[in-house]
């Protein structure tokens, strides 16, 4: 069995910044890109970036230049460093092993303007 857990979330104003980590445990070789996507209340869930394992990244627009995400393969673990935060980053960040049906349960961020 594979648990992803997400941490890092929290309340912050606009302009501050977080990092959200995803910990992979159970019987896994992480080949796969690792991704975040994140859910506002009554919108649909966004990706926000992607990492292959060798590194190659991918954003959506809306956070390139502010959003770095990153990963330690001896770890298991990927990262999601978000700086000039703004209030429409508000929402639930989940992780997620590309090509899989394995997701964290969530983790909150909420911007304040």
């Known amino acids: 069995q594979v648990q992803l857990v997400e941490s890092g979330g929290g309340s912050v104003q606009a302009g501050g910044s977080l990092r959200l980590s995803c910990a992979a445990s159970?019987?896994?070789?992480?080949?796969?890109?690792m991704a975040w996507y994140r859910q506002a209340p009554g919108k649909q869930r966004d990706l926000v970036a992607v990492?292959?394992?060798?590194?190659?990244?991918n954003y959506a627009e809306s956070v390139k230049g502010r959003f770095t995400i990153s990963r330690d393969n001896a770890k298991n673990t990927v990262y999601l460093q978000m700086n000039s935060l703004k209030p429409e980053d508000t929402g639930v960040y989940r992780c997620?092993?590309?090509?899989?049906?394995?997701w964290g349960q969530g983790t909150q961020v909420t911007v304040s303007s």
């Open positions: 997620n092993i590309v090509d899989s049906t394995y």
């Open positions: 159970g019987r896994i070789y992480l080949n796969n890109a």
């Open positions: 990492v292959a394992r060798g590194g190659n990244t």
